[in-house]
């Protein structure tokens, strides 16, 4: 057809301009994905203290209903060198006594076994599948050097018992921690409905 022109030129350079936009945001994403771990190292809040040090982090105790008699709070421990958790109190104006606990499963054969203790702690027993999920003084916890130590709900936690008045949400109480090589350290413990 005379007169009629056909430039692909207007067409072109956009698509060569959408073409590179995309490959240089590939490519940045890609550096970004790859990279060394240097920036994701500076956001893991539990690092291996230095030195004959220990650490503690995350600690947080949960909201308790208002006729719950007991409560529990939780935490985190990594220590540069191997230690023990011994021993924890907290002031009576918290609680009558703090003790540190393991949530166990018990099976038939234990029950029987376990049922003074079970009685003893107030009934801190709940039904889970294949058993019952009860709640265990032990004597301590062995803390291993650059391994963190982890108190969470179901496992290892301080039970805080006879508590004077309810854990309320913005409220925050202090426990002192007892480890065989770094003493006694006391924390600052906030009260949350859920983990930080």
């Known amino acids: 057809m005379k007169g009629m022109r056909t430039n692909t030129t207007p067409t072109s350079r956009p698509r060569r301009a959408l ?3 995309m490959a240089i945001g590939l490519f940045t994403f890609g550096a ?3 990279g060394d771990d240097s ?3 500076a956001a893991d809040t539990t ?3 230095s030195g004959d040090e220990l650490g503690i982090t ?9 006729d719950a008699a007991n409560g529990a709070a939780y935490f985190t421990v990594i220590s540069s060198t191997d230690d023990r958790l011994t021993g924890v109190k907290v002031d009576a104006s918290v609680a009558g006594m703090a003790q540190i606990h393991e949530t166990v499963m018990v099976t038939d054969d234990t029950m029987a076994m376990g049922s003074d203790t079970t009685m003893a702690m107030g009934g801190d027993t709940t039904m889970a599948m294949g058993g019952e ?4 003084e032990v004597d301590g916890i062995d803390i291993v050097a650059g391994e ?4 969470e709900p179901g496992g290892y936690h301080v039970m805080l018992m006879e508590l004077a008045a309810p854990l309320e949400v913005g409220t925050s109480f202090a426990i002192t921690l007892t480890f065989e090589k770094a003493g006694d350290i006391t924390i600052d413990v906030p009260v949350r409905d859920e983990a930080p």
């Open 19 to 21: 073409a590179l936009t």
């Open 32 to 34: 970004a994905a790859c």
């Open 39 to 41: 920036t994701n190292e």
């Open 47 to 49: 690092s291996a203290p």
């Open 58 to 66: 995350g600690q947080w105790a949960r909201t308790s209903p208002m």
């Open 133 to 136: 999920m009860e709640m265990r």
């Open 148 to 151: 963190p130590l982890v108190l």
